[in-house]
């Protein structure tokens, strides 16, 4: 009875752990590539989740003002006059309430009766420790933990609220607005929600973005007006 190995036998050996070893390459990538799957939908679940939260939120600081005037109740969303956004949305003249396309003379969807500017610092407001508005979450970041077995998920949303340029022609018969993600330098119609999704160590895994106007809330129904 012999103790060692042939050479035929060493060989077919060496063989079939060679083979074994050319397995592992591709099995770690697809390990790599399912996990790096899992990152992403996660990710794209939180930012989505990050946005429609925050547009559950008012427009403004100055959307709702407390208080009435002769017109009715002021305390619901109104439109405000901003300092650099598109003319053609200014109220219809200093004294309207309305701008052009607006079809009725209620208090929603209308100005304040007198100029109210949107907010220009974006953020919590001064002596605010709750964010009330869209803007309060500009510089915003939340931590997403989650541990299962040995799987772990870190990552950050990192939140920022800009304007942006509300620019076109509102009086074309076709209304084309060409998106500009660059952050305007003051208040215009339309704020940008910004979602930045980074694993732990900062490395980018998605960019997100919504969009929200300065329309104020919808018309009051017949059996609702004041």
Same mark, same amino acid.
């Given at each position: 009875m012999r103790n060692a190995f042939g050479l035929i036998e060493l060989l077919f050996a060496i063989i079939v752990m060679s083979v074994a070893m050319l397995a592992i390459p591709p099995i770690l990538e697809q390990t790599t590539s399912n996990i790096?799957? *899992?990152?992403?939908?996660?990710?794209?679940?939180?930012?989505?989740?990050?946005?429609?939260? *925050?547009?559950?939120y008012k427009w403004d600081e100055k959307t709702t003002l407390e208080g009435s005037t002769s017109?009715? $109740?002021?305390?619901?969303?109104?439109?405000?006059?901003?300092? &650099?956004?598109?003319t053609e949305l200014n109220r219809t003249n200093p004294a309207s309430v309305v701008r052009q396309g607006?079809?009725? $003379?209620?208090t929603r969807r209308t100005f304040f009766p007198s100029p109210t500017y949107a907010s220009t610092t974006l953020g919590l407001d001064a002596g605010e420790t709750q964010k009330d508005d869209i803007d309060d979450f500009n510089g915003n970041i939340d931590i997403i933990n989650k541990s299962t077995?040995?799987?772990?998920?870190?990552?950050?949303?990192?939140?920022?609220?800009?304007?942006?340029?509300? &620019?076109?022609?509102?009086?074309? &018969?076709?209304?084309?607005?060409n998106i500009n993600a660059t952050p305007a330098t003051a208040s215009t119609n339309i704020k940008m929600i910004d979602i930045n999704?980074?694993?732990a160590s900062g490395g980018a895994i998605l $960019?997100?973005?919504?969009?929200?106007?300065?329309?104020?809330?919808?018309?009051?129904?017949?059996?609702?007006?004041?």
């Open positions: 790096n799957e *899992i990152l992403k939908q996660e990710a794209i679940f939180q930012a989505y989740r990050t946005i429609y939260t *925050i547009e559950t017109t009715g $109740v002021i305390n619901i969303p109104h439109i405000l006059d901003t300092t &650099n956004g598109d607006n079809f009725n $003379v209620f077995g040995n799987f772990v998920i870190d990552m950050r949303i990192r939140q920022n609220i800009y304007y942006i340029s509300d &620019n076109t022609n509102y009086s074309a &018969n076709n209304i084309n607005i999704v980074t694993d $960019v997100m973005r919504g969009f929200t106007c300065n329309i104020g809330a919808a018309p009051l129904l017949k059996k609702d007006a004041l």
